[in-house]
């Protein structure tokens, strides 16, 4: 049964969701009118294409039915009004239905797998494997020397477990990889390996909550993106980059105590994620439970699988 707001209670919610999304986004709306870059900050927007204004719309979910009038009108796509109510419309459920259960799946089997945590951040070292300088993707300079960037892939060795981080490796660094894991992250084998403790998985919950955003309460679209965030901060942290000049401090992977220090808030990370992921699945998936064959709806009545 549908929870019902009154035009107040919503109307505070959508206001809270504005500002404090705003206070997400004004930085990223001030650099574009400067015509600068924060590489850290802006890649939540530019690797994950999701504008400010988007962001701070807020929507209040599947199940709850907003009270409207002539003057307090909740005017968007994939909602519908009659007699002084509007909610999301099945419709959309029911067109993205194939991209909600393939998304439920990913999930689902990741939350059910134990975390990992023997990575070491190196993904982004592995993307300058045994590359000249000119090659880097990124133009912010290196803190440490090429020689350095192999030496350490070489003696740590490559276990990504996630597609969009390994698909970036060098020509030299991909093979490490498959040797260290006798797997080859691809899309179609994305389902069966993706793991908790991985700082990408976690990261791309908010992709996730973008890609379904009308269905979701505003909170945990927003709870998604902070924790992106604060992975995107440890990932850049941890990479070969000089990143001092934006406020980050380095965390040293080519030393034990850096390397340390990195799965002490990678484990912080996938503690948060595991709540967020739960969350999501739940938002997502009682209209869909039986697709899963009744696990979804167990799920969601006690959270486990």
């Known amino acids: 049964m549908n929870s019902v707001l009154e035009i107040s209670q919503w109307r505070e919610d959508q206001a809270a969701h504005k500002a404090r999304a705003s206070a997400l986004t004004g930085s990223r709306r001030e650099r574009r009118k400067l015509g600068t870059r924060e590489p850290v900050a802006d890649f939540m927007f530019e690797y994950y294409p999701y504008t400010p204004m988007k962001l701070e719309t807020w929507f209040p979910g599947t199940g709850v039915t907003l009270k409207v009038d002539a003057d307090h009108e909740f005017d968007f796509p994939n909602y519908v009004s009659a007699d002084g109510q509007t909610e999301l419309d099945t419709a959309y459920r029911d067109k993205h239905r194939n991209r909600i259960e393939s998304t439920l799946e990913i999930l689902i089997k990741t939350q059910s797998r134990e975390e990992v945590f023997n990575c070491f951040g190196l993904h982004e070292w592995a993307m300058v494997y045994q590359v000249d300088r000119q090659q880097t993707r990124h133009s912010d300079p290196l803190r440490v020397s090429q020689q350095q960037v192999n030496s350490l892939v070489d003696e740590i060795g490559l276990r990504c477990t996630h597609i969009d981080a390994f ?42 909550c973008m890609w379904f955003q009308p269905m979701l309460p505003g909170a945990l679209v927003l709870d998604s993106f902070e924790l992106a965030r604060d992975a995107r901060i440890l990932d ?55 697709h899963f064959g009744g ?9 486990t699988l």
């Open 167 to 208: 698909r970036f490796f060098t020509e030299g660094a991909a093979p490490q990889n498959a040797n260290q894991l006798n797997i080859i992250p691809t899309r179609e084998n994305q389902r069966e390996i993706e793991q908790p403790g991985c700082l990408h998985a976690n990261m791309d919950l908010y992709k996730h």
């Open 236 to 290: 850049m942290q941890a990479s070969p980059y000089d990143l001092s000049g934006y406020g980050y401090l380095p965390i040293k992977m080519e030393e034990k105590t850096g390397r340390a220090a990195y799965v002490a808030r990678q484990r912080q990370i996938a503690q948060h994620a595991k709540i967020l992921r739960s969350r999501l699945i739940k938002a997502l998936g009682p209209p869909l439970s039986e």
């Open 295 to 303: 696990a979804l709806v167990k799920f969601a009545e006690d959270g």
